[in-house]
């Protein structure tokens, strides 16, 4: 059993829809957020579930598709941007990959091969969002959910 604040070592497998890391650690799945397919990490749990966990990165020992940098200066807390720290290319073939994995097992659909054709630029071309609502008194507040960790 994993308890929060233990550190494990380990490397992310896959990654999951909404972007978090997976590392697979004695049969407990573990989720980091801002890790890449490939990275070998120390990671300290931060809750604990009966089949899985959270947990940050601790320390990084080898990273295999980070991008140099994030282009929003809100990255890390505004939680709107769960990929910009991956290449281009690992986000393309992420979102591939969502896609493929949600049309055949929630469609319960046999895709054909198909590919992602890139945006033609790399930022400002997104034309939707989604506003998470907060009760506060007299009315809400609209806003992305705030990330709480520090990269």
Known sequence: MLTVDQIIEGEIETIAFGGEGILRYRGFVVFVPFTAVGDRISCRITETKRSFCQGNIDRTQTCQQLSDTASMSLFGT??????????EQAQLKY???????????????SPPSFSIIPATANWSYRRHITLHLRPKKGGFEAGYIVKTIAL
């Open 78 to 87: 505004c939680g709107g941007c769960q990929l910009q720290h991956l290449k």
């Open 95 to 109: 979102k591939l990959g969502a896609v493929t994995d949600a049309l055949k097992r929630i469609g319960h659909l």
